[in-house]
């Protein structure tokens, strides 16, 4: 979320949201709520907004998967906003739940929504003052252990400084779907959104962190051009954050924060799962948990995924100095056969088990 004065001189307000058409979540809301809050967490205005556009994007093939991505849409909403010169900081708030449910570096994502937001200071006001834009729709696919940078450059018609650097997404609202709570705090669509101070997503520590989310060995933001190096170690979807503080003349204007998600995946080759090892799992069929055989992975760290005959991964998840078994609960999963890949680098292992 950004803004900026047009030509009239008017307040102009955008809010960009992408989203994954594939994952079976909720389509863009058509209109949006949002609210308007002082920064002391005092409400001063509640509207709804209708959907400005929508597009769907073309993704790129990565080498490591020549089939395409997947269906990233993207969706803007545009409002004209008025606040008085009374020297207040007025924070504009739209809040919805839930992320995708197959996140790898949260807690619990499937409780887990956003807040987006951006703080329009009175000093901005006065200045009127455009917030930085981005200037390309981000990556949202990489393959692992390849080196690659993505671009986070964003445009500033004023001249003033950028600074780039990694922030934590913000959490709003919850996973209740039933009336009327539905619309409280706690709820997958508040009405009006929720005051300040905002709740920030909880990373699943300490393999992961706002300034790690990847939990790898290459992760280095350039703080003078947003460009992020990286060569991620495991498989997995992992939300991020990346902020811009807008500086003039040593004075902080704005913070626009873009909490986006990375798809790194490969594709195994026929002569990749010839040489795979075996898993062992046991008991099998398993109830509430099994046990993987990871001998051969003995001290290192892993990944493991689990996905059904269908090809949804249900976990996704990184584990450190290994021991020669490793438990997995699985009494949450549906009945069914599921299939394990456990990889490090260099060895890959792979199994199946039942679960009723």
């Known amino acids: 979320m950004g803004y900026y004065f047009n030509s009239d001189g008017q307040l102009m ?3 960009v949201i992408y989203r994954d058409c594939w994952g079976g979540g909720s389509p863009f809301d058509m209109p949006v709520e949002m609210a308007v809050y002082k920064a002391s967490g005092e409400l001063f205005s509640a509207f709804m907004v209708p959907l400005d556009s ?8 990565q080498s490591c998967n020549n089939i395409p991505f997947g269906c990233i849409e993207r969706g ?7 606040l008085p010169d009374d020297g207040n900081n007025y924070l504009v708030v739209h809040q919805r739940c839930c992320r995708t449910t197959d996140l790898t570096n949260l807690v619990n994502p499937t409780e887990v929504g956003h807040t987006i937001s951006v703080e329009i200071t009175a000093e901005a006001r006065n200045l009127k003052n455009n917030s930085p834009r981005w200037v390309t729709n981000p990556r949202f696919n990489t393959c692992p252990h390849q080196p690659v940078v993505l671009k986070f450059a964003a445009s500033e018609p004023d001249g003033d400084t950028l600074v780039y650097s990694f922030c934590t997404p913000l959490n709003g609202g919850g996973n209740i779907i039933l ?3 539905i619309f409280s705090c706690l709820g997958a669509k508040p009405v009006p959104p929720c005051p300040p101070p905002f709740n920030h997503v909880p990373f699943a520590v300490p393999n992961y962190s706002f300034n ?6 290459v992760s280095q933001l350039n703080p003078y051009n947003g460009d992020w190096n990286i060569a991620p170690d495991y498989n997995g979807k992992f939300i991020y954050g990346i902020c811009i503080q807008e500086y003039r003349n040593g004075v902080l204007l704005s913070s626009t924060l873009r909490d986006m998600t990375l798809w790194v995946k490969d594709v195994v080759s026929t002569s990749e799962v010839n040489e795979t090892s075996t898993i062992n799992c046991s008991p099998n069929p398993a109830g509430d948990a099994v046990y993987l055989s990871t001998d051969i992975f003995f001290g290192e760290t892993i990944q493991i995924e689990l996905a059904d005959l269908s090809g949804k991964i249900w ?15 699985v009494g949450a999963l549906p009945t069914g056969v599921y299939l394990v890949k456990i990889s490090a680098k260099g060895k890959t292992a792979t199994g199946r088990f039942v679960h009723q």
């Open 13 to 15: 307000v955008e809010m």
């Open 54 to 61: 929508f597009q769907n994007l073309e993704l790129e093939s």
């Open 76 to 82: 803007t909403y545009t409002f004209s906003l008025s």
């Open 179 to 181: 009336w009327p709570d």
């Open 212 to 217: 790690n989310p990847l939990g790898s060995a």
């Open 315 to 329: 976990l996704a998840e990184k584990r450190m100095n290994v021991a020669p078994k490793e438990l997995l609960n």
